[in-house]
């Protein structure tokens, strides 16, 4: 079963929009909620994660907003740059537990036009 | 410092070959990982290792053997080949550390199993 739920697959945005990408989890023991980008023909990368003590973490023109009581969180990317065009993965884990739990979202391919 | 490497990056396998993906990291991680990487489906994991001289069973196991040599290197084996294990597989690697485990992937493998 596919535990956690991302959204959309694809989306377009122009360089400057919002790119909005959400993702939703069933296990209610997860509580830590990473996000990794990838560029074609590499691994993924860690680019911002989130605990589920705080609502919302900031990282340069990247932010997670977290709502724990829908098990819902989302990436938004301000001022998107064409060089943000890469696939992003929302993932869920225990954080204090040796992460083999780990679980990842479909994955969303993001392409900022210029 | 080369991160986690990973050989070879291109195979092309027959139904029933036998093959090994070989995966090394020089971060003194204790904890590594292998996923597979599929359309759709985001990263899953096959094995684990969280420590030298232990070895654990992931989401997706059937079909696959790991061996973790040493600290730094831990392999995944293919015994038959089968078309379904078509797929790009990336190893991963992390340190319990803190708690909160940022995993570091290698640059993957993209395997054809025709």
């Known amino acids: 079963q596919q535990q956690v739920k991302q959204s959309p697959q694809s989306l377009i945005v122009q360089k400057g929009g919002i790119s909005i990408i959400n993702c939703a989890y069933e296990?209610?023991?997860?509580?830590?909620f990473p996000w990794y980008q990838q560029f074609p023909g590499k691994g993924p990368a860690l680019l911002i994660a989130?605990?589920?003590?705080?609502s919302e973490k900031k990282e340069g023109r990247f932010t997670i907003s977290f709502n724990k009581s829908a098990k819902q969180f989302s990436l938004h990317i301000m001022d998107s740059q064409p060089g943000d065009s890469a696939t992003y993965f929302c993932?869920?884990?225990?954080?204090?537990?040796?992460?083999?739990?780990?679980?990842f979202g479909a994955g969303t391919r993001l392409t900022v036009k210029p | 410092n080369a991160g986690v490497t990973q050989t070879p990056k291109f195979q092309v396998l027959k139904t029933g070959q036998s093959m090994t993906l070989q995966c090394a990291q020089d971060?003194?991680?204790?904890?590594m990982y292998w996923y597979r990487q599929d359309p759709g489906m985001g990263l899953r994991l096959i094995y684990y290792?969280?420590?030298?001289?232990?070895?654990d069973k992931g989401e997706v196991p059937n079909g696959y053997n790991v061996s973790r040599l040493n600290k730094r290197e831990f392999s995944l084996r293919l015994e038959s080949a089968a078309p379904s294990q078509t797929s790009v597989y990336f190893c991963?690697?992390?340190?319990?550390?803190?708690?909160?485990?940022?995993?570091?992937f290698g640059p993957g493998t993209r395997l054809t199993v025709t």
């Open positions: 991963a690697s992390s340190e319990m550390g803190l708690g909160l485990n940022e995993q570091y």
């Open positions: 296990n209610t023991a997860f509580d830590y």
């Open positions: 989130i605990r589920p003590d705080v």
């Open positions: 993932a869920a884990s225990r954080a204090y537990y040796n992460n083999n739990d780990m679980r």
């Open positions: 971060m003194n991680h204790n904890s």
């Open positions: 290792s969280a420590s030298e001289g232990t070895t």
